[in-house]
Nanobody
Framework: QAPLVESGGGLVQAGASLRLSCAAS????????AGWFRQRPGLEREFVAA???????NYADSVKGRFTIARDNSEKLVFLQMNNLKPEDTAVYYC?????????????????WGQGTQVTVSS
């Protein structure tokens, strides 16, 4: 099992920054791919960013240039730095791990999920 715990969400104004963190407990964390997904009100869960076991990244077009995903294998952490936040970024953000090590955009490639952290951006 690979329980995940997200933190760092909150309420901010448009243009502000937040950094989300995801703490994992997977024994071979460095072999996993990690992704961030979000679910906006009334919408389905969508891909945000992912990083594979080689630290190659993948971003949704809507966040490219504003969000940065990173990982710290020694601490078993995954980060999502979110800059220039917009009201449409308001969502519950979920961290996920893929035991195959990919940076896939597909939610069904990820076997382990956190409980989510709320990000609210006011205009």
């Amino acid at each position: 099992q690979a329980p995940l715990v997200e933190s760092g969400g909150g309420l901010v104004q448009a243009g502000a920054s937040l950094r989300l963190s995801c703490a994992a407990s997977a024994r071979l964390f460095s072999d996993y791919g990690a992704g961030w997904f979000r679910q906006r009100p009334g919408l389905e869960r969508e891909f945000v960013a992912a990083i594979d076991w080689k630290a190659e990244t993948n971003y949704a077009d809507s966040v490219k240039g504003r969000f940065t995903i990173a990982r710290d294998n020694s601490e078993k952490l995954v980060f999502l730095q979110m800059n220039n936040l917009k009201p449409e970024d308001t969502a519950v953000y979920y961290c996920a791990l893929d035991s195959a090590g990919s940076n896939s955009r597909l939610a069904n490639r990820y076997q382990y999920w956190g409980q989510g952290t709320q990000v609210t951006v006011s205009s």
